[in-house]
């Protein structure tokens, strides 16, 4: 084997580069647009999070990147190729997407949640068997405990790491999340997020995470994308933000005890 094809682990693979051109939804009926012709673009590998007061069209924008949504305008490049060309279907089985109401099959067990993209691109037995194990693994989950389980007999934080898995079976390099942890309790919720940066950090897949929280965006974001109103108001890393807050909407939004801000941020949850 040469160098130049070595790689570190079979999820090396890295991240996609996300760009959103002019990206507008206006939906049907509806007398304002939802999202006014966005310019966003997220390195591979980035975390960035999408933070902004409910109806603002953090989901709208989300969702127009794995085509859940068409946009009316624009374009939505994945490493450069217009997700519009090509098939809805490919494209969405080819990036993770993770909601709040996790929507685990009932009938299924774990693994079979776990395999359902796999199994749908044609993998083999064997090896979805192995990429469950593994994906169990990197969410601590047991796999000899939880692989047989169904989702009724799993905790609310343990159905949304099964989420997470799920999103993560094919290798996508691209994970959108949509307030994925909005649904557990506090302490919970910060063990998921602990999680899921321990994840970016290991596999440096591209996310897109959605939160109205302030303190989930600040731990989590390598960059904050502000939302107000169907337009990005600042794009900036959790200390820029704090430090220089572009206008009043976003220095309320984060709070107008900077100090207190910065003390969450140097938590020790999560290494930075
Ligand atoms: N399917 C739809 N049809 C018509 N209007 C919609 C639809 N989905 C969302 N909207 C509207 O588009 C706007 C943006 O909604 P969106 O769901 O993107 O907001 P959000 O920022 O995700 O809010 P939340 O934090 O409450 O989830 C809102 O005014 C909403 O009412
Ligand atoms: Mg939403």
């Not at 976003?250 to 107008?256: K, Q, T």
């Amino acid at each position: 084997m040469t160098s130049s094809s070595k790689t570190a682990s079979p999820d090396a693979g890295g991240g996609a580069r996300i760009e959103l051109r002019g990206v507008g939804v206006r939906y049907a009926n509806a007398a304002n647009a939802a999202v006014h012709e966005v310019d966003l673009t997220i390195e591979a590998g980035e975390f960035a999070v999408l933070l902004g007061p409910s109806g603002c069209g953090k989901s709208t924008l989300l969702r127009t990147i794995n085509r859940l949504v068409e946009p009316t305008s624009g374009t939505v490049l994945i490493d450069g190729a217009d997700v519009l060309e090509r098939d809805a279907t490919v494209v969405r089985r080819g990036i993770g997407y993770v909601i709040q109401a996790v929507g685990l099959f009932p009938h299924y067990t774990v693994a079979q949640n776990v395999g359902v993209v796999p199994q749908l691109l044609g993998w083999d037995a064997a090896a979805i068997d192995a990429r469950v194990d593994e994906l169990l693994e990197l969410i601590r989950l047991d796999p000899a405990r939880y692989r047989d389980r169904k989702p009724r007999r799993l905790s609310g934080g343990e159905a949304q790491r099964v989420g997470v898995a799920r999103a993560l079976a094919a290798r996508p390099r691209v994970l959108l999340m949509d307030e994925p942890f909005a649904a557990v309790d506090a302490i919970v919720r910060a063990s998921l997020q602990d999680e899921i940066a321990r994840v970016h950090r290991e596999l440096g897949t591209t996310i897109i995470f959605v939160t109205h929280d302030v303190d989930e965006a600040l731990r989590l974001a390598d960059r904050v994308v502000v939302m107000n109103a169907g337009r990005i108001v600042q794009t900036a890393p959790p200390d820029e933000l704090l430090a220089r807050p572009a206008d009043a909407f976003v220095r309320d939004l984060v709070g107008v005890d900077p100090e207190t801000r910065r003390l969450v941020l140097e938590r020790p949850l999560i290494e930075r």
